[in-house]
C-alpha cells in the first residue's frame, strides 16, 4: 500500500471550528501549504495512502435534478441560496453536507441517501415510485488548491404530481433559498453563453456542470434502466 505523499507528523491543525478546519501541511523540509477543510486531522485527503485515498467518502453532494413533467419539455431545477463567503444569491444546485446517517439504510449508498435527504430538505421533494436516483460521478474536488472539499455528483429524474410546488420550509442551519427556476434546455445555453444568471449574477462551477450536464443528453441514460 503505497504512503501517503504527507505523513499526519507533518500536518499541523492552525484552525478548528464546527464546519470548517485550516491545516498547515509541511510538503517538503521547510515548506507549507495551507488547506482548508471540512475533514478531521486525521481523515485529511492529504494524508490518506492511495488505496484509502481511492476509498474515501465525500464531504457532499450536488444534485442535477431533471423534472419530467407530463405533456412538458424537460427542465432543471436550479434554485438561488446565498453563499456567505460571496455575499449573493447565487444560481445554484440543491446540495449538502452528507451525514454521518446517510447511507445506513440497506441498499442505498450514503451520497443518494444524502440526495434523497437534501432534495427533500432544500426543495420540499419526496420521491416516488416513479422517480430514481443515480450517481453521476462518485467524487470530483471543489477547489484542489485550496482545499480538499469533495462532492458527489447525483442525477435526481423527478416526476411531479400536477400542483406540485418547491418549498425551502425544511433548511436547517444558515441556508437560506430565496427562489426557484424550471430551466429549459434554451433558457440552460442563454445561461452558459452569458456566464452569468439573468441578473447579471455569476454563478458556481457545479452550477456550469449541472447545465452542461442537462444539455448532454446524458441523464437519458438513467430513463432506460
Not at 456567505?84 to 452528507?98: D, H, M, N, T
Not at 439504510?105 to 443515480?134: F, Y
Not at 467524487?139 to 480538499?148: A, E, K, N
Not at 441556508?175 to 439573468?198: H, M, P
Request: aromatic share 10%; glycine share 6%; with cysteine.
Amino acid at each position: 500500500m503505497k504512503e501517503p505523499q504527507i505523513p499526519a507528523s507533518c500536518i499541523q491543525e492552525i484552525y478548528n471550528s464546527p464546519y470548517i478546519h485550516l491545516y498547515d501541511l509541511q510538503y517538503e523540509r521547510g515548506r507549507h501549504y495551507l488547506n482548508a477543510s471540512r475533514r478531521k486531522k486525521q481523515d485529511l485527503a492529504a494524508s490518506k495512502s492511495l488505496q484509502e485515498f481511492k476509498n474515501m467518502t465525500p464531504d457532499a453532494v450536488s444534485i442535477f435534478t431533471i423534472v419530467l413533467r407530463e405533456g412538458q419539455e424537460p427542465a432543471m431545477l436550479l434554485t438561488r441560496e446565498f453563499r456567505y463567503p460571496a455575499g449573493q444569491y447565487l444560481l445554484s444546485v440543491p446540495a449538502g453536507l452528507i451525514d454521518p446517517a446517510d447511507g445506513q439504510a440497506e441498499g442505498e449508498s450514503a451520497p443518494l441517501a444524502a440526495a434523497r435527504r437534501e432534495i427533500r430538505e432544500e426543495a420540499g421533494v419526496i420521491l416516488g415510485e416513479k422517480d430514481s436516483v443515480n450517481l453521476i460521478n462518485p467524487l470530483v474536488f471543489s477547489s484542489p488548491g485550496m482545499t480538499d472539499e469533495s462532492n458527489a455528483l447525483v442525477c435526481i429524474l423527478y416526476h411531479p404530481q400536477e400542483g406540485a410546488q418547491f418549498s425551502s420550509e425544511g433548511t436547517v442551519g444558515a441556508e437560506r433559498i430565496d427562489d426557484y427556476f424550471l430551466v429549459n434546455e434554451e433558457q440552460a445555453r442563454q445561461i452558459i453563453t452569458a456566464g452569468t444568471d439573468s441578473e447579471g449574477i455569476y454563478y458556481p462551477v457545479y452550477t456550469w456542470m449541472a447545465l452542461m450536464y442537462f444539455l448532454s443528453g446524458m441523464w437519458k441514460d438513467f430513463l432506460r434502466k
